[in-house]
């Protein structure tokens, strides 16, 4: 009977290799430009199909993260009061990511929003856990 070693080595020959299988859940670089005292966000509608998250709810967290109001034009575009650079409006959506898309247990983005009991949940789909998120 072959040494544990020896079953070791077959079997990781026989596994499939993760890393190379698995791609990062990749959210489109925010594309902005000034309009005077405002920043817009060209690509919002492509950041929320990828999310997969409902625009006023993405909309709301970027106001409250970088402290300004916003809204969104007939283009589909997020126009917010000020200057944000790619970079900080980078981060918010990469926090957004992490707390209201990415699953706590697993890290797959395959999860929906639901309220229950009044609470916020993130409810993945991929392995059946739940989350409370920070509405």
Sequence with gaps: MPGYDEQLDRALEQTPDIQEGS???DVP???VRQEGNVT???NFQDTLDRLDREDEHVLKFLQ???GTSAHIDE???ARLT???GQDRIGDA???YTDRFVLCSECGLPDTRL???QGALLLRCEACGAKSSTSA
């Design 114 to 116: 639901e309220r229950e």
């Design 40 to 42: 817009v966000y060209e």
């Design 75 to 77: 283009s589909g575009r």
């Design 23 to 25: 791609e990062r859940f």
């Design 29 to 31: 670089t925010p594309e």
């Design 93 to 95: 959506v990469e926090e």
């Design 64 to 66: 409250d993260e970088l």
């Design 82 to 84: 000020g200057e944000f």
